[in-house]
């Protein structure tokens, strides 16, 4: 059981390095900014569900076995990368047939959901990030190192939930006017395609 002081620094911690700059934030202000608040808190929950997967496969052990496996690592990110353009794509397309002045239909939040749960699974850079991370905040002296993981993954989530949520909220407030217009909607769908396409090279990109 880790110690109070230690949930605290922990929790504060990951509530700076949710809010830095980086794939699933982005992903969450791009969906809020197209679809509204909504769809960003959607999407939110599911990258929380993503961030269970890469904290269960942590507690087992088998993030280590991701990392010493280039061929894995490299499926994984393929995987991830291919989702991104294929979101790409349909952002893209998505702009051209608004061109009318319709309102981009909402893809629903179970999709969005969905499409938080495979953008974070597919991003084998969030394990070996948590493997390299966690276990700086476990004492071994305090019982099993692998239930101090699990705690810390909980902690973790809960601090991405009220920044990805906040950030949602916000995105949403400030592009709920200029996704207003028909023009102001094909511009964001545009920058949302090039914002997929620009994660799916630095996910490619990334090294292990």
């Known amino acids: 059981m880790i110690s109070l002081s230690v949930a605290i620094s922990f929790f504060a911690t990951a509530i700076l390095l949710a809010y830095a700059p980086g794939p699933d934030i982005v992903f969450v202000l791009a969906q809020s900014a197209v679809y509204g608040a909504k769809a960003g808190l959607a999407t939110t929950c599911g990258l929380m569900t993503g961030l269970c997967v890469h904290t269960a496969l942590v507690t087992a052990g088998v993030a280590a076995l991701i990392q010493a496996s280039p061929t894995a690592f490299l499926l994984l990110k393929a995987a991830g990368a291919l989702y991104l353009l294929y979101l790409a794509w349909l952002s893209w397309r998505a702009g051209a047939m608004r061109a009318d002045g319709?309102?981009?239909?909402?893809?629903?939040?179970?999709?969005?959901?969905?499409?938080?749960?495979?953008?974070?699974?597919?991003?084998?850079?969030?394990?070996?990030?948590?493997?390299?991370?966690?276990?700086?905040?476990?004492?071994?002296?305090?019982?099993?190192?692998?239930?101090?993981?699990?705690?810390?993954?909980?902690?973790?989530?809960?601090?991405?939930?009220?920044?990805?949520?906040?950030?949602?909220?916000?995105?949403?407030?400030?592009?709920?006017?200029?996704?207003?217009?028909?023009?102001?909607?094909?511009?964001?769908?545009?920058?949302?395609?090039?914002?997929f396409a620009g994660l799916a090279v630095l996910l490619l990109a990334s090294q292990a």
């Open 102 to 195: 319709v309102k981009p239909a909402f893809p629903g939040c179970l999709a969005l959901y969905r499409r938080g749960i495979f953008m974070n699974v597919t991003n084998p850079k969030v394990s070996i990030f948590f493997l390299a991370f966690l276990p700086q905040f476990c004492d071994p002296a305090r019982g099993s190192v692998a239930w101090q993981c699990l705690q810390l993954g909980l902690i973790f989530m809960l601090a991405t939930l009220v920044a990805f949520s906040s950030a949602a909220l916000l995105a949403g407030r400030i592009f709920s006017r200029f996704n207003a217009s028909a023009k102001g909607q094909i511009i964001l769908q545009k920058c949302c395609a090039l914002i």
